[in-house]
């Protein structure tokens, strides 16, 4: 019976005329109709076409079917994506390619054709990975009125886009094609001038997203009278909507639209040569492609087969596979910008208090840019409890925030008490700033088992607490920090050292070959240039170097600066036993690196600040 009644409807429906408003009848059909169009003869017509579906796994699926609609043909091919399983890029070719060779040279999954060009070359600004491959529009204004967009993640938008500036484009997105006209906006058509270019039925092309958070890409093939009408303008708004699409752009149209998987080639019926098949596709300038989202760039997570980093999303997905007792490696492949996350440490003791997790993490010469880290956890850093090794990486403006416990850029936690828990920190360069209550440094806060070597930190430091250090806040257990260089103003209420700021009672920590260039070192009286505090019988301190006209300030009013700084010896445990190591003073970095010698191989020292050849002029 429930099928009788169904069918009973549908027949009422398509007696109906084209503005007949079926929207009684949605408990029957909801599941197979976009619920914010008007159910009409031609939409039925769409929707229960015999469609010729092919799954692509992950939840993608291409789509064709052919359709009469408005007393035509309609021949309609599309693929369905969702966005948490693909990346979406754009490619630009200065040399007319067919979308099918663009694609097939990225890799790609899928494909669709870009924007308009002109005589075969890019006349629609275009932006990939940051860098602008056509800057400006050569298109007419009532043309180019949408934009497709893609951020650092990969996540796909298109949006209206009349400006002939773009400024907040390349400052907002990875990627970014200007295209044709937009087709819908929020789910509504437009309206539009009564041309050629709107009115006649053409191929057309489209790329559009869901309001279920899902990616299209749709062709609309033409010019082949009886098999493929094509669709005007407007037509092809009213397809796009009654598939699915809430925002939607036209791209570059007639010959130039076509549909391309990996498995199956040219999947829509391109009008190059005039004939119902898929060999009609002609060269473009630009094509969109997809492909499927992978944790990594690569590898396996081992010694052998690193896991491979080049994006923010790889980044991410570092938390999300790390585990408890197990060991993994990691490489990057390129420089990665962190701007607008808020950066959870990997190995916090989150949800569960324990730090078992071991990681090597090797940068290759890389750099992580604008690193935040501001969410109330605490071990504030990149890694939160550092068991393992960071080697050979750049951290370049990063931003650590810590409200309770110790922090720093690399790690708040440098290794763990336990005697075989270590870790190893060298070739590394970290600049920003660390704010928190206690024990933090530029590199580390808390160093407690382990080797620091080879560093460069130029941090800003400001503690509400004691024990502030250039390159780690206290140092204790069995710790080895040696040939670093320490730069940057630290600030706290309590001691702190340019390189050190606390020693905590053990002579098992070695300090060698420390350079300590801060411009000012604000503590209390137990601080000191190298190192701010240790025990008076502290003796593992050697050939460590001070800038000579550092400010060191005992609180308000009690800055001392040159010969009066380098001899403030007032502050003792008794017996005339000073807790303060300034190191030797020195006018020239580069000349106090040399002297401790430093190695060449490792460290520029051609110039005026020692710089790690690793990041050549950085």
Same mark, same amino acid.
Not at 167 to 186: C, F
Not at 190 to 212: C, E, K, L, N
Not at 253 to 276: D, F, I, M, R
Not at 283 to 310: C, K, M, R
């Given at each position: 019976?429930?099928?009788?009644?169904?069918?009973?409807?549908?027949?009422?429906?398509?007696?109906?005329?084209?503005?007949?408003?079926?929207?009684?009848?949605?408990?029957?059909?909801?599941?197979?109709?976009?619920?914010?169009?008007?159910?009409?003869?031609?939409?039925?017509?769409?929707?229960?076409?015999?469609?010729?579906?092919?799954?692509?796994?992950?939840?993608?699926?291409?789509?064709?079917?052919?359709?009469?609609?408005?007393?035509?043909?309609?021949?309609?091919?599309?693929?369905?994506?969702?966005?948490?399983?693909?990346?979406?890029?754009?490619?630009?070719?200065?040399?007319?390619?067919?979308?099918?060779?663009?694609?097939?040279?990225?890799?790609?999954?899928?494909?669709?054709?870009?924007?308009?060009?002109?005589?075969?070359?890019?006349?629609?600004?275009?932006?990939?990975?940051?860098?602008?491959?056509?800057?400006?529009?050569?298109?007419?204004?009532?043309?180019?009125?949408?934009?497709?967009?893609?951020?650092?993640?990969?996540?796909?938008?298109?949006?209206?886009?009349?400006?002939?500036?773009?400024?907040?484009?390349?400052?907002?997105?990875?990627?970014?094609?200007?295209?044709?006209?937009?087709?819908?906006?929020?789910?509504?058509?437009?309206?539009?001038?009564?041309?050629?270019?709107?009115?006649?039925?053409?191929?057309?092309?489209?790329?559009?997203?869901?309001?279920?958070?899902?990616?299209?890409?749709?062709?609309?093939?033409?010019?082949?009278?009886?098999?493929?009408?094509?669709?005007?303008?407007?037509?092809?708004?009213?397809?796009?909507?009654?598939?699915?699409?809430?925002?939607?752009?036209?791209?570059?149209?007639?010959?130039?639209?076509?549909?391309?998987?990996?498995?199956?080639?040219?999947?829509?019926?391109?009008?190059?040569?005039?004939?119902?098949?898929?060999?009609?596709?002609?060269?473009?300038?630009?094509?969109?492609?997809?492909?499927?989202?992978?944790?990594?760039?690569?590898?396996?997570?081992?010694?052998?087969?690193?896991?491979?980093?080049?994006?923010?999303?790889?980044?991410?997905?570092?938390?999300?596979?790390?585990?408890?007792?197990?060991?993994?490696?990691?490489?990057?492949?390129?420089?990665?910008?962190?701007?607008?996350?808020?950066?959870?440490?990997?190995?916090?003791?989150?949800?569960?208090?324990?730090?078992?997790?071991?990681?090597?993490?090797?940068?290759?010469?890389?750099?992580?840019?604008?690193?935040?880290?501001?969410?109330?956890?605490?071990?504030?850093?990149?890694?939160?409890?550092?068991?393992?090794?960071?080697?050979?990486?750049?951290?370049?403006?990063?931003?650590?925030?810590?409200?309770?416990?110790?922090?720093?850029?690399?790690?708040?936690?440098?290794?763990?008490?336990?005697?075989?828990?270590?870790?190893?920190?060298?070739?590394?360069?970290?600049?920003?700033?660390?704010?928190?209550?206690?024990?933090?440094?530029?590199?580390?806060?808390?160093?407690?088992?382990?080797?620091?070597?080879?560093?460069?930190?130029?941090?800003?430091?400001?503690?509400?607490?004691?024990?502030?250090?250039?390159?780690?806040?206290?140092?204790?257990?069995?710790?080895?920090?040696?040939?670093?260089?320490?730069?940057?103003? !630290?600030?706290?209420?309590?001691?702190? /050292?340019? @390189? *050190? %700021?606390?020693?905590?009672?053990?002579? +098992?920590? &070695? #300090?060698?070959?420390?350079?300590?260039?801060?411009?000012? !070192?604000?503590?209390?009286?137990?601080? /000191?240039? @190298? *190192? %701010?505090?240790?025990?008076?019988?502290? +003796?593992? &301190? #050697?050939?460590?170097?001070?800038?000579?006209?550092?400010? !060191?300030?005992?609180?308000?009013?009690?800055?001392?600066?040159?010969?009066?700084?380098?001899?403030?010896?007032?502050?003792?445990?008794?017996?005339?036993?000073?807790?303060?190591?300034?190191?030797?003073?020195?006018?020239?970095?580069?000349?106090?690196?040399?002297?401790?010698?430093?190695?060449?191989?490792?460290?520029?020292?051609?110039?005026?600040?020692?710089?790690?050849?690793?990041?050549?002029?950085?």
């Amino acid at each position: 019976m429930k099928y009788l009644y169904a069918s009973f409807l549908l027949a009422l429906v398509y007696s109906c005329s084209d503005a007949g408003d079926n929207s009684d009848y949605s408990e029957v059909l909801k599941k197979d109709f976009n619920q914010e169009i008007r159910w009409d003869v031609d939409s039925l017509a769409l929707l229960r076409a015999s469609w010729d579906k092919t799954d692509l796994g992950e939840g993608a699926m291409v789509c064709t079917a052919k359709a009469s609609m408005w007393g035509t043909t309609q021949s309609v091919s599309y693929i369905v994506y969702p966005t948490t399983k693909f990346t979406t890029n754009i490619t630009v070719s200065t040399a007319p390619t067919k979308t099918s060779a663009l694609a097939e040279a990225n890799k790609a999954l899928f494909a669709i054709n870009g924007s308009y060009s002109i005589s075969g070359s890019p006349s629609t600004f275009a932006m990939v990975n940051k860098i602008l491959e056509v800057p400006t529009t050569s298109e007419p204004a009532d043309k180019v009125n949408g934009m497709i967009v893609i951020d650092a993640d990969g996540a796909i938008d298109v949006k209206s886009w009349t400006s002939p500036d773009y400024t907040d484009v390349q400052n907002q997105y990875e990627s970014a094609l200007a295209s044709g006209p937009m087709l819908l906006v929020d789910g509504e058509i437009g309206s539009y001038p009564q041309d050629a270019v709107y009115t006649q039925r053409m191929a057309r092309s489209v790329i559009g997203t869901t309001a279920q958070g899902t990616a299209m890409l749709l062709t609309i093939d033409g010019a082949m009278t009886g098999n493929a009408d094509g669709a005007t303008f407007e037509e092809a708004a009213f397809i796009a909507k009654t598939l699915g699409m809430k925002n939607a752009v036209c791209l570059a149209e007639g010959n130039s639209s076509t549909l391309w998987t990996s498995g199956k080639g040219v999947v829509n019926h391109p009008s190059g040569n005039g004939q119902y098949d898929h060999e009609g596709e002609v060269a473009v300038s630009s094509a969109i492609y997809v492909v499927p989202t992978s944790a990594f760039g690569g590898g396996d997570g081992t010694a052998e087969n690193p896991y491979l980093i080049s994006s923010r999303n790889h980044m991410r997905n570092m938390k999300s596979i790390v585990e408890l007792d197990k060991t993994y490696y990691f490489e990057m492949t390129d420089d990665v910008d962190m701007t607008g996350i808020n950066w959870e440490p990997l190995n916090a003791g989150v949800p569960v208090d324990r730090f078992d997790i071991k990681i090597h993490f090797d940068g290759k010469g890389h750099t992580i840019r604008n690193l935040r880290c501001n969410n109330g956890i605490r071990y504030a850093s990149f890694f939160g409890v550092l068991n393992g090794s960071c080697r050979n990486v750049r951290f370049e403006n990063a931003e650590i925030v810590c409200p309770n416990a110790v922090a720093g850029i690399v790690a708040g936690y440098l290794g763990t008490n336990a005697a075989n828990v270590t870790c190893l920190v060298e070739n590394v360069y970290v600049s920003g700033t660390v704010n928190g209550p206690t024990s933090s440094g530029g590199i580390g806060g808390a160093f407690a088992n382990g080797i620091v070597r080879n560093c460069y930190a130029d941090v800003n430091i400001n503690l509400t607490g004691s024990h502030a250090g250039g390159i780690v806040g206290e140092a204790r257990n069995s710790v080895t920090l040696e040939n670093c260089f320490a730069k940057g103003e !630290i600030h706290c209420p309590g001691n702190a /050292g340019g @390189v *050190i %700021g606390l020693i905590n009672n053990t002579n +098992n920590v &070695v #300090a060698s070959g420390l350079i300590a260039w801060n411009e000012v !070192i604000d503590g209390e009286q137990v601080s /000191g240039r @190298v *190192i %701010g505090r240790h025990s008076p019988s502290y +003796n593992r &301190v #050697a050939n460590c170097y001070a800038k000579k006209d550092m400010t !060191i300030a005992w609180g308000p009013g009690k800055s001392m600066t040159g010969a009066d700084a380098n001899n403030c010896v007032s502050y003792d445990w008794g017996n005339g036993i000073t807790a303060i190591h300034h190191g030797v003073t020195a006018e020239n970095a580069v000349e106090a690196a040399k002297k401790i010698g430093w190695s060449e191989e490792i460290w520029d020292l051609s110039g005026i600040t020692p710089m790690l050849r690793l990041f050549g002029n950085k």
